[in-house]
């Protein structure tokens, strides 16, 4: 509902009760910093969310196996911030290490691990990387064609994103056919007032008129 510190006095009351009832290193305990973390981030108070989350990894590493997903989860959780406070290398470690876990922990064609390659790219393209981050977005891709239905808004959130790397890279008529299919998806998937929908249709203008 985005009322934040509504969420955040519950998650915080939710961790006081768990110190006093639980051993100090529990999964629940870095549940509650993961959850008040992720309140922070939604805040854009990321200082704040970057030390809730990595209480929770500090947790988590004592309590849980070395390649268990919810460490991903959290590694992942650390990239975000990074990457939303413009440390963009302190960014990529964080979510290549997220990445070394999923290969382990997961299936080879897992969602999850289509996430990393995307939240990977994305960090390249911000450091002005652009092939890096277009052969991310393309793993990304891969594996979301294996693992999603053929509408998948996620599947259109790839198609996008190579788009935007083509466009970046002066390569339009490529951004073009890329911004195409992410929009057919997008019409098939979502509300026609939603905001990628509008988004795709100005890519598709702006590569038109570079062509």
């Keep these: 509902m985005g009322e934040y510190s509504k969420a955040l006095s519950s998650y915080e009351r939710s961790l006081e009760i768990r ?5 100090p290193n529990h999964p ?6 993961n959850n008040i973390g ?23 590493k004592i309590a849980l196996p070395s390649n268990h997903p919810d460490l991903a989860a959290s590694y992942n959780n650390i990239g975000s911030v990074y990457h939303n406070m413009g440390e963009y290398s302190k960014a990529l470690s964080s979510h290549e290490r997220s990445l070394e ?16 390659y995307n939240n990977i790219g994305e960090v390249y393209r911000n450091m002005g990387e ?9 793993r990304s891709l891969e594996i979301r064609k294996i693992a999603l239905p053929p509408n998948h808004p996620n599947l259109a959130a ?4 190579i788009g935007n790397m083509y466009a970046e890279m002066g390569e339009y008529s490529k951004a073009l056919s890329y911004y195409e299919k992410a929009q057919e998806i997008f019409q098939k998937s979502l509300p026609s007032n939603h905001p990628h929908i509008a ?3 100005r890519n598709i203008e702006n590569v038109k008129k570079k062509m």
């Design 19 to 23: 110190k006093i009832a639980l051993p």
């Design 28 to 33: 629940d305990l870095a549940s509650s910093y």
């Design 38 to 60: 992720s309140v922070y981030d939604n805040m854009g108070e990321y200082s704040k969310a970057l030390s809730s989350y990595e209480r929770s990894l500090e947790i988590q």
């Design 101 to 116: 876990i999923k290969k382990i922990a997961l299936p080879s064609n897992h969602p999850d691990l289509a996430k990393s």
């Design 130 to 138: 652009y092939s890096k981050a277009l052969s991310s977005h393309e």
């Design 158 to 161: 790839s198609y996008l994103n």
């Design 199 to 201: 988004l795709v249709k």
